[in-house]
């Protein structure tokens, strides 16, 4: 029966020290359905996910799957009741192959029960091959790029012949192409009778893949509905409980002298003679496909990875800019795409990481003002509207959007007046973006210049003033946003003539 009842939530509550994260929350899930689950950050998606998977216990309420009413109290049981999660941040062994990374813990072995390393790569090239995805399980996770290890994740799910399926931000790191190929896998597994439950800021995404969807907010259950009864905008104020006027906010910003220019870069085979420029109070987009380049170009403009030639000229000098320590002294700030690995130290708390850029500001002989740094880190915690119990907060401990939000408010505190975002709205909801978009829009309107790289073609078109578009490492393209259109976009990103 493809409209069995497989999985029912009632009454769920879940209680932490000083915070109610779910509060009589409901939820429901039918064979052979794609169940999106959605709400802006800190709604408690991810902390019922985590009592679903057994990593967090319920403080009260009734679990019923398959009939029989069941308490998960690990990981482990709830694999073995067929619950497979694919966490929005990845659970991979760099050091591992792909293929050992998807058998970790249930390794193929012969017959003497050794491990037999010819059937960990085969099994794992099918299910990669079914996934459509052209990744050799002989290689290091390591080597491999974002988007590239989310698939190994969905990989590695996918390998454990799950019944329930739980994908948390599943696309934020893919390609469409990478995307269409997760779909047609997603309906191939609906067709199998596999139930899913689907977490996703992207809302275009969710009618396209959902059936049914669930809102929660504030840790409350709100509703739920069939995806083709209910409007975008309905959705969105289901979520945010207030209207969005504008989903990309008009700017009123002057764009003012040149701030930063860089001319005939070069590093090894990744840049190719890159020139362009930036001004005060100027948006400026870099599109294109994965691996065109555009991180890339970022990392070099920062100092994380040197160039083999070309000159940056910021604020009409020329300089030289050898680590991120010089770049961010130049009043340069950089936004990792991976806020995990790279943008955040998540055993310190929210206070230290939005005060270290700036942490000479904060101290005197070596002695740290934490009156200063509280009251600094307070005005981005409000402004931002970070949800935390206190400004000690770990923050391996905040959603992942919120996360997203102290990486912003670091380079916010670090007074830069030179800004490259890369893929800064990713993980984070529909209300939280467009407080993402206004606050760029002040930025600017302060004189600030703003480099945004960005895999979402209609926020590069609602947010930026021009769009140069990267291929194989060369500036393809630059359009006026108002002039140009995502076709035009995707087609000088694929090489194909007359996009510009």
Known sequence: MANKLILKMEHIRKQFPGVLALD??????????????????????????????????????????????????????????????????????????????????????NQFGVIDHKKIFNGAQNILRDLGVDINANRLVKDLGVAQQQMVEIAKTLSLDAKILVMDEPTSALTDREITGLFTMIRRLKNNGVAIIYISHRLEELFEIGDRVTVLRDGKYIGTQKICDVSKSELIRMMVNRELKAQYPKRKSTIGKEVLRVEHLNRSDVLKNINFSVHRGEILGIAGLLGSGRTELARAIFGIDKINSGQIIIKGKRRKIGSPRSAINLGIGYLTEDRKTQGLIMQLSLKNNISLPSIKRFSRFGIINNGAEDRAAKQYVKELRIKTPDLNQKVMFLSGGNQQKVVFSKWLCSKADIFIFDEPTRGIDVGSKVEIYQLMNRLTEEGVAIIMISSELPEILGMCDRILVMRQGEINSEFLAEETTQEKILQSALGVSGAA
Not at 26 to 46: D, I, M, T, W
Not at 66 to 71: A, S
Not at 86 to 101: H, M
């Open 24 to 109: 009589d929350v409901h939820f429901e899930l039918r064979k052979g359905e794609v169940h999106v689950l959605c709400g802006e950050n800190g709604a408690g998606k991810s902390t019922l996910i985590k009592i679903l998977s057994g990593t967090y216990h319920k403080t009260s309420g009734q679990i019923t799957i398959f009939d029989q009413e069941t308490d998960i109290s690990n990981p482990k049981q709830a694999q073995e009741l067929g619950i497979g999660v694919i966490y929005q941040e990845f659970n991979l062994i760099p050091q591992l192959s792909v293929g050992e990374n998807i058998f970790l813990g249930r390794e193929k072995t």
